[in-house]
């Protein structure tokens, strides 16, 4: 290793900390004790099934993980009501995300893990938000972060209204009345396989100079690789 190599990766460490310090947990779950109420299912109007949770092998401790054993499309992992608290995220928009550590044993090369909120999911005016990213699917841990701004591609869809690339203004409309996230639970249609997850977090940074800083270490040490 060069030493132009050790002092890009001493910074990012040492960027990675100050993020850290600097960020303020908006809602968090460490699945350390137990699942801490997440379910899966198939969407915001589908059946709940209970998720399996672990007291090891996640990172660094307790996960939950979901077995698919459905023919169904497409499952994925539903946060806790207390998760979700109040449900007001704005102060994130421009300035935070959402990310965690995912897991997953069965996959194509194009898979992708997706990430999704929901608004007013009941109604006909109701709105879907989500982004995705391509994922690495070989039975190791993997961390996903997404930030809440307009350079991350978020996609919305409005009522009956075809899907659009989210604006700032979008994110802030949803995220500050969120009443469902979900995030990729089954990667196959009609095949079993496992996904695991652990330590979903929505965070803001209050000081945009750190939030900058936070950026750079996550695309330094973008998806690494945990297991």
């Not at 995912?102 to 992708?112: E, F, H, N, T, V």
């Not at 639970?185 to 100079?209: C, F, K």
């Amino acid at each position: 290793m060069t030493r132009t190599t050790t002092l890009i990766a001493a910074l990012a460490t040492l960027t990675a900390v100050s993020a850290t310090a600097s960020a303020t947990t908006l809602a968090y779950s460490s699945f350390d004790t137990g699942d801490e109420g997440w379910t899966a299912q198939q969407g915001p109007a589908g059946s709940p099934y209970a998720v399996n949770w672990s007291p090891t092998g996640g990172v660094p401790t307790g996960n939950i993980n979901y077995w698919d054993q459905t023919s169904y499309d497409a499952e994925w992992f539903s946060a806790s009501a207390s998760f979700l608290g109040g449900g007001d995220f704005s102060s994130a928009v421009n300035n935070g995300g959402v990310s965690f550590d995912w897991a997953a044993d069965l996959g194509s090369a194009a898979q992708m893990v997706q990430i999704a909120f929901t608004m007013g999911s009941n109604q006909s005016g109701g709105a879907v938000l989500w982004a995705d990213a391509v994922a690495t699917v070989d039975g190791h841990w993997y961390h996903y972060d997404f930030g809440f701004d307009p350079s991350t591609t978020w996609m919305i869809q409005m009522g009956g209204n075809p899907a659009a690339v989210a604006t700032a203004s979008d994110l802030n409309n949803v995220l500050s009345a969120v009443d469902g996230m979900f995030i990729t639970a089954d990667t196959v249609d009609g095949m079993d396989g496992n996904v695991w997850l652990d330590n979903p977090l929505i965070y803001s940074v209050p000081a945009p100079g750190a939030f900058a800083l936070f950026g750079l270490a996550s695309i330094v040490g973008a998806r690494r690789r945990r297991g």
